[in-house]
């Protein structure tokens, strides 16, 4: 079984910063693509980030402030978080498509997500 764990969450003012941490662990062969997404208070489950290890993507609404990464030897994920709104509140979750094997199969696996929240 795949988990994934995330970290760095926390109470943070209009403006500042915050680096999200997520890491996968379990019997893992290869990772396709991780993504970080968030779901506000009242609200859907929304995209915020992806990469696959060389390419990103972001949603309109970070663009310029949030920047992924991923370590493959470490099989995590990062999200840096500037500038950071108060529309940004929200639980964000790390979502990763894993190979458990050498057979072209993915699976696609949620972490518990973390609280950020930010002051005005």
């Known amino acids: 079984q795949v988990q994934l764990v995330e970290s760095g969450g926390g109470l943070v003012q209009a403006g500042g910063s915050l680096r999200l941490s997520c890491v996968a662990s379990?019997?893992?062969?290869?990772?396709?693509?991780m993504r970080w997404y968030r779901q506000a208070p009242g609200k859907q489950r929304e995209f915020v980030a992806i990469?696959?290890?060389?390419?990103?993507n972001y949603a309109d609404s970070v663009k310029g402030r949030f920047t992924i990464s991923m370590d493959n030897a470490k099989k995590t994920v990062y999200l840096q978080m500037n500038d950071l709104k108060s529309d940004d509140t929200a639980v964000y979750y790390c979502n990763a498509v894993v190979a458990l094997t050498a057979t072209p199969q993915y699976d696609n696996y949620w972490g518990q997500g973390t609280q950020v929240t930010v002051s005005s």
């Open positions: 990469t696959n290890g060389g390419g990103t």
């Open positions: 379990g019997t893992i062969f290869s990772i396709n693509l």
